[in-house]
């Protein structure tokens, strides 16, 4: 069983992710709901528990649901679908229903990574394409049965090869796209705050991705402290031989 599970490694808090306003009020309203959750389904009314993330790549869907998962008090469970499908096509339904259990019998969160890899119909022949089918379907069944105490959370870069079926067991969809110069300054903030004056001057870049804002962070601070480590050595030994 296990070997469904990607390692999810360290803890993210939501107040570590910078998010554009509309973003952070979606998320801030499911966690508000689901902290009520008794109250809500007392009085019978939908608490969402099926999100989706879709959008370019690095701009902190994985992030988001470690963060989700860590505000709520719960584990996180990864799943790599393109690894599944990939593998033994014939096996997917029973990995995901196997999946879903373990889900279900912990109250954990279940993410579901490269979602995507479910609507690819159009790339299997015609068996393939039958059993995939009837995998969507599986799918389709367990979200509408998954408890209210469980969480389902499905990341892609590719929303469009999704089935329309799948996308409307979704009660919410959260759109992620390049921050803005303003979100970005404040990563950049941040990140190199945790490092020395002399180790901070980054060239900032705009239009970009938040993973690709933090690789020149840690590319230039990187940079910095080899150049630093290196006038201090040639210093010193300049120091040295003038003593001599």
């Known amino acids: 069983m296990n070997h469904l599970f990607i390692p999810n490694t360290g803890k993210v808090a939501i107040a570590d992710i910078v998010f554009e306003a509309t973003l952070a009020g979606q998320i801030h309203q499911f966690l508000r709901e689901y902290e009520h959750l008794d109250i809500l389904m007392k009085y019978h009314l939908p608490v969402v528990n099926k999100l989706l993330l879709f959008g370019k790549s690095g701009c902190g869907k994985s992030m988001t649901a470690k963060a989700i998962a860590c505000s709520l008090g719960k584990k996180l469970k990864t799943i ?21 259990k373990m889900a279900e019998n912990q109250e954990a969160v279940l993410f579901f990574d490269e979602f995507d890899s479910l609507g690819k119909e159009r790339d299997y022949d015609n068996t393939d394409s039958s059993e995939m089918k009837r995998v969507v379907n599986s799918m389709i069944q367990m979200m509408d049965n998954l408890p209210k105490t469980s969480i389902i959370i499905a990341a892609t870069n ?39 004056p002399e180790y901070q001057q980054v060239n900032r870049v705009y239009d970009i991705s938040f993973a690709e804002a933090e690789n020149i962070v840690m590319q230039q601070v990187k940079e910095n402290i080899i150049r630093s480590e290196i006038r201090k050595k040639e210093e010193s030994l300049s120091v040295h031989r003038s003593a001599v």
């Open 80 to 100: 790599n679908l393109g690894n599944i499908v990939s593998s033994k096509l014939g096996e997917t339904s029973r990995n995901i229903a196997s999946a879903f």
């Open 158 to 196: 590719q929303i469009n090869l999704i089935d329309e079926a799948l996308i409307r067991r979704f009660e919410m969809k959260l759109e992620f796209h390049n921050p803005s110069p303003e979100h970005l300054d404040q990563l950049y903030d941040r990140l190199i705050s945790k490092f020395p």
